[in-house]
């Protein structure tokens, strides 16, 4: 079973639906959950950080871990062409120091116009 | 020069030269990390460098060399490779004490090709 599970996608969409993004992972000690953004030629850019269980807001952006059964989602609400990228989910088992990201595989998402 | 830069963005090289990769990060961060992206496949973790000092090596094939100079230069020196090392390679920082979550940046990476 690999650390990470993450659907590659292609998910295509029409410009102003909700977008749902998950991701599914086996490794109980992880605590810190992010959402990285990739577009086409650039490194990934870090939307949101989550710690243990919960919610987190920016914008049109929500976060959501659920602990017990090891499963983080992203949602996109009112979305847009330029938020078509590849999401990364990622997580570490702390917060501080020099640690690794583990990371799953990255959604390819279209927004049509 | 702002964030996290690589340098050359692009390299295509036979499979018995020798080359090197190269990351700065003008964010006066303490760590420094390298990842491997290959097509289908999540970011793997190569190898961590905090305060200069290498913390973790993930094995990673010898023909695969890491260098940290100073806490803003890291380098990954490449021999002998393998046409499956073909990927993009991308080196991050980010801050490396404190109990509070410490964001890694990342640079836009060297695709590399190997003929």
């Known amino acids: 079973q690999k650390e990470v599970e993450q659907d590659p996608g292609p998910l295509s969409v029409p410009e102003g639906a909700i977008v749902s993004l998950n991701c599914t992972y086996s490794?109980?000690?992880?605590?810190?959950f992010m959402w990285y953004r990739q577009y086409s030629r650039k490194g990934p850019e870090l939307l949101m950080y989550?710690?243990?269980?919960g919610n987190k807001e920016d914008g049109r952006f929500t976060a959501q871990v659920d602990k017990s059964s090891k499963y983080i989602s992203l949602f996109i609400r009112d979305s847009q062409p330029s938020d078509s990228a590849t999401y990364l989910c990622a997580m570490k088992r702390t917060g501080g120091g020099a640690d690794g990201l583990t990371f799953g595989k990255g959604t390819h998402l279209i927004i049509q116009p | 020069e702002t964030g996290v830069t690589q340098t050359p963005r692009h390299l295509v090289m036979g499979m018995t030269n020798k080359k090197s990769l190269k990351c700065e990060q003008h964010?006066?961060?303490?760590?420094m990390y390298w990842y491997k992206q290959s097509a289908k496949k999540p970011l793997e973790l190569m190898f961590v460098?905090?305060?200069?000092?290498?913390?973790e090596n993930n094995s990673v094939p010898s023909r695969f060399s890491p260098e940290c100079p100073n806490s803003s230069h890291l380098f990954l020196h490449l021999h002998t490779l393998q046409p499956e090392d073909s990927a993009l390679y991308l080196c991050a920082s980010s801050y490396s004490f404190g109990g509070d979550y410490n964001e890694q940046f990342f640079g836009p990476g060297t695709r590399l090709t190997v003929l």
């Open positions: 460098y905090s305060l200069e000092e290498r913390v």
């Open positions: 989550t710690y243990s269980s």
């Open positions: 490794n109980s000690a992880f605590q810190y």
């Open positions: 964010l006066g961060h303490n760590a």
